[in-house]
Structure formats: structure tokens, C-alpha cells
């Protein structure tokens, strides 16, 4: 049974990433991987999938920390919260919690007080 958030997130990532396909075929070189660029296209299409090894570098070389959540395989109960973020929230929360010498500058954008 094929993961549908897959594709999506592979694209998602690897945009917020600044990456390119051929940046990212080139990557994976690195790694004695040989993926083409319409290989990787055919990933974030949902035409084909990464094998389980790919997948982890993938999200490796991407930043992705919790790959259970990222990829809709942590039970609902365990991540639901009352506020329904959207996929693009959720990331910027990833990502806010990730940089956190970037939180004062985050807050006087934001006009949020620090208590």
C-alpha cells in the first residue's frame, strides 16, 4: 500500500530546503545512490517510491527529524491538537523549533511579547 503523503512531502521538504532535483541527484551521488533527476520526479509524484533506505537519507538530507509524523504514521490521538494546523504550520513549527536564536527576531516580526 503506497503512502500518499510521500510524494508531497518529499517535494515540500525538499523546496524548503532550496534544493533543486539535480542538486539533489547530485546528493545522492555522494552517497553511492544513482538517482536520476526524473527519478526524483517520479518520487514527488507518486509515480514510483524511494526504497526504505533512500527514504531515510532523503529525510537525512532534508532535516527532517520526526519521520513518523511527517509521513501521516503516528497515531491521530498522539499528534491531534485542538488547533487542525495545516501541513504548512506544522513545518513552520518545525522549523521555528529548530532555530531557536531566530525566536526574539520571530517575536518582534510577529509583535508577539516574551514573557
Not at 523546496?15 to 539535480?22: C, D, E, P, R, T
Request: net charge neutral; charged share 25%.
Amino acid at each position: 500500500m503506497r503512502n500518499e503523503r510521500i510524494p508531497t512531502m518529499l517535494r515540500y521538504y525538499r523546496k524548503l530546503n532550496y534544493l533543486s532535483v539535480k542538486q539533489v541527484s547530485s546528493l545522492l551521488k555522494d552517497y553511492n545512490i544513482v538517482a536520476a533527476p526524473k527519478t526524483i520526479y517520479a518520487w514527488e509524484h507518486g509515480t514510483t517510491q524511494p526504497s526504505a533506505d533512500t527514504l531515510m537519507l532523503l529525510c537525512e538530507l532534508y532535516g527532517i527529524e520526526d519521520i513518523l509524523q511527517v509521513f501521516g504514521y503516528k497515531d491521530e490521538k498522539s499528534t491531534k491538537t485542538d488547533l487542525n494546523l495545516t501541513l504548512e504550520e506544522e513545518c513552520l513549527i518545525t522549523q521555528y523549533r529548530k532555530h531557536p536564536e531566530m525566536h526574539s527576531a520571530i517575536h518582534k516580526l510577529l509583535e508577539i511579547q516574551s514573557k
